[in-house]
């Protein structure tokens, strides 16, 4: 990025621009990134995960909130119809869904993938994925999203944006699950830990306050809803 052009784009001096130079670096260190200036030039330092999550930010601060239309007006090479028909078809076929909030989420992180990859921009490590304990049926439902998205937008989605996209769906998709079936399976999805988590906050609950949960379905469905949230927190996939 040639800093000349954004003087000429901009329309402000030299001394201005080094002015709001430093409030974008401050910025940029929310996200551990670093903006240097070598020459002529500005180059953006850091991991393709923190740059993407910037981008993410920006879009929402800049649109106050996020719909279809903006991200039609952001992207605009972009085929959100098409991308949006390929998610819901892979999601029905593996009885998941998700709300409406969560497949614009989805829409505008499949945005950012594509346009980064486009530019020859990818994620360089799945070390960070390793600590998530995605499913497998998650990362295939994420797999078969970029294989039918790398068909029609002729690239190639490495294992580790197929990684970042299954920690999307993860945290932002539900299954359905059959009423015979949903004590079993909110168990095994929860997890063993997020449980006794769930059993000692309702302890505290029970002696401190006097109140008894006696649902286990119900104790069952918090325990998920607990763990999603802080798959959120941990890869910053907000709703």
């Known amino acids: 990025m040639d800093i000349y052009d954004i003087y000429d784009e ?16 401050r910025m940029f260190s929310k996200y551990n990134l670093e903006l ?3 020459g002529n030039r500005l180059c953006i330092v850091g991991g393709e995960r923190s740059k993407r999550h910037m981008m993410s930010d920006i879009v929402y601060e800049e649109s106050q909130g996020i719909d279809r239309e903006s991200l039609q007006k952001i992207f605009p090479d972009i085929d959100f119809s ?10 029905s076929k593996n009885h998941y869904f998700a709300q409406e ?11 950012i993938a594509i346009n980064q990859v486009m530019k020859g921009e990818t994620i360089d490590s799945t070390v960070y994925y ?18 039918e998205l790398g068909e029609h937008f002729h690239l190639l989605f490495e294992e580790t944006e197929i990684l970042d996209m299954a920690s999307v769906l993860y ?3 539900s299954s359905i699950i059959p009423q015979e079936k949903k004590i079993d399976i909110f168990h095994d999805l929860a997890g063993s830990e997020m449980i006794e988590i769930m059993e000692i906050m309702l302890q ?4 401190d306050f006097g109140i008894i949960l006696d649902d286990k379905e119900a104790e069952l469905r918090f325990s998920l809803h607990m763990k999603k949230l802080i ?7 907000f709703s």
């Open 171 to 173: 945290a932002q998709t």
């Open 36 to 38: 240097c200036k070598e």
């Open 130 to 147: 390793e600590k998530l304990s995605i499913p497998g049926h998650i990362y295939a439902m994420a797999e078969g999203l970029y294989r």
């Open 10 to 25: 901009l329309f402000i001096s030299e001394s201005t621009f080094q002015l709001v130079l430093n409030r974008m670096r």
């Open 204 to 207: 505290r609950l029970k002696e």
């Open 231 to 237: 798959l959120r927190a941990r890869t910053r996939h």
């Open 82 to 91: 098409l991308i949006e028909t390929i998610l819901q078809n892979i999601l």
């Open 101 to 111: 909030y969560a497949v614009t989420e989805i829409l505008l992180e499949t945005a």
